[in-house]
Each structure stands twice: as structure tokens, then as C-alpha cells.
């Protein structure tokens, strides 16, 4: 979490933690600038990622 955080601080964006996954593991959601001169995408900010595919 530690390198993850730095490198999302160094780009300009922020890291947040949400509790643990559906997995077990950590479940956190990085969130960064758009690059200069690209179209922001369209994104769903119904809550934190969640894999379709189960393991």
C-alpha cells in the first residue's frame, strides 16, 4: 500500500481505502489526472471496481 500510494502522489492523483475485497484481500481505488490533451472517459463511480470473473 505504501509504494502504491507514493507512486499515486506523484502523479498528481489519490488512493483510498474501501475495506477488504470480495476476494479477502485489501480493496482500495486509485484515482489519477487525465493525461494532458486526451477526452476523459466516461466511468461508472458506482463504488470501487469488482471483478466479473469469479476465481
Same mark, same amino acid.
Given at each position: ?7 499515486? #502522489?506523484?502523479?498528481? !492523483?489519490?488512493?483510498? #481505502?474501501? !475495506?477488504?475485497?470480495?476476494? !479477502? ?11 494532458? !490533451? ?11 471496481? #469488482?471483478?466479473? #470473473?469469479?476465481?
Amino acid at each position: 500500500m505504501a509504494i502504491a500510494r507514493r507512486l499515486t #502522489t506523484r502523479l498528481g !492523483g489519490a488512493i483510498t #481505502t474501501h !475495506g477488504k475485497a470480495p476476494e !479477502g484481500g485489501a480493496c482500495f481505488a486509485v484515482q489519477l489526472p487525465p493525461r494532458p !490533451g486526451t477526452a476523459t472517459p466516461d466511468i461508472d463511480s458506482d463504488g470501487p471496481y #469488482t471483478p466479473r #470473473t469469479p476465481r
